[in-house]
């Protein structure tokens, strides 16, 4: 596990009806880490919208990672305390602790910020999120949900997959130029699943009970993740059924690379499967 507090400048967090998004930005790096992390949302975190910034600013003389700059995978556990005698009722500036946990292209990642500064001034402008004052204490969870477990069954199918440039972190110019001259040479077609050693195969929907298809589903994101594949999830399908979707759909589709994304993300989403979503476009 990699916790990422001790670079943390600041950042942005979003509520999904199937996930969460936003960004965050490292010590010494001009540019953001955005993230989209499908899972489940404790209801009572739903439609939020907040600015974070660390209290302190961060002093480890640690190298900083580097992370690929788009984030995917599945949401592990997202938590939220606010201050009970915070100042900032009225302006919807306050003080807590951010807990954000998921797994992706770069493994078992965790944001932890015991003192932070939370602004939710944007309510005020979106009546939709959630005021300040309904966010007192904590809500939903500020432990981790991926244990070794979890980690092993994902690793235990690695991707098939080189560097761009081994030792070194490829420029997106230089990505979408291999990715255009693959597109070029007509290469055979090679499967998700066969892109791992071993291939993928995952249980089936109805041999698994609610709990281990939570887990299941969990480990499914996780690997997609290592290949950059988001998964954008819609309102009308239930979990079975996007698990269900992922098998029958994500997992032996074409995957056009033959080294491992760092910059460009492939997008998945399940409203092409979905009969209510096919009726809203019609």
């Given amino acids: 596990m990699l916790e990422l507090g001790k670079w943390i400048m600041g950042g942005e967090i979003r509520t999904l009806p199937r996930g969460v998004e936003g960004g965050f930005y490292l010590k010494g790096c001009s540019d953001p880490v955005q993230f989209h992390l499908t899972g489940p949302v404790d209801p009572a975190l739903a439609d939020l919208n907040f600015v974070f910034e660390a209290s302190a600013r961060p002093q480890t003389g640690d190298p900083r990672p580097i992370l690929a700059p788009q984030q995917v ?24 602790r951010i807990f954000l946990e998921w797994y992706g292209r770069d493994g078992h990642l965790v944001i932890d910020l ?19 004052d309904a966010l007192r204490g904590t809500i939903g969870s500020h432990s981790c949900r991926f244990h070794d477990a979890f980690q092993q069954r994902v690793e235990a199918h690695r991707p098939n ?14 990505e979408i130029a291999a990715r255009h001259e693959l597109f070029e040479s007509n290469q055979a077609a090679v499967s998700v699943a066969k892109r791992f050693d071993p291939p993928l195969r995952p249980p089936e929907a109805q041999a698994l009970n609610d709990s281990e298809l939570e887990f299941e589903l969990a480990v499914v994101l996780a690997q997609l993740a290592q290949l950059q594949i988001q998964v954008e999830v ?10 269900g979707v992922l098998l029958e759909q ?12 760092f910059h460009t993300v492939e997008h998945f989403g399940t409203w092409d499967f979905c ?5 809203d476009t019609i």
């Fill in 73 to 96: 995978g599945p949401l592990g556990a997202l938590g939220l305390t606010v201050d009970e005698d915070a100042n900032g009722a009225n302006t919807g500036t306050n003080q807590g």
């Fill in 114 to 132: 015991p003192e932070a500064l939370l602004d939710f001034s944007d309510f005020e402008d979106r009546p939709t999120v959630k005021r300040p």
């Fill in 161 to 174: 997959l080189q560097e761009l440039e081994p030792g070194k972190t490829p420029s997106a110019l230089q």
């Fill in 234 to 243: 819609c309102d009308h399908l239930d979990w079975r059924q996007v698990y």
């Fill in 250 to 261: 994500t997992v032996p589709s074409e995957f056009p690379c033959d080294f491992k994304p």
């Fill in 275 to 279: 009969s209510e979503c096919s009726e």
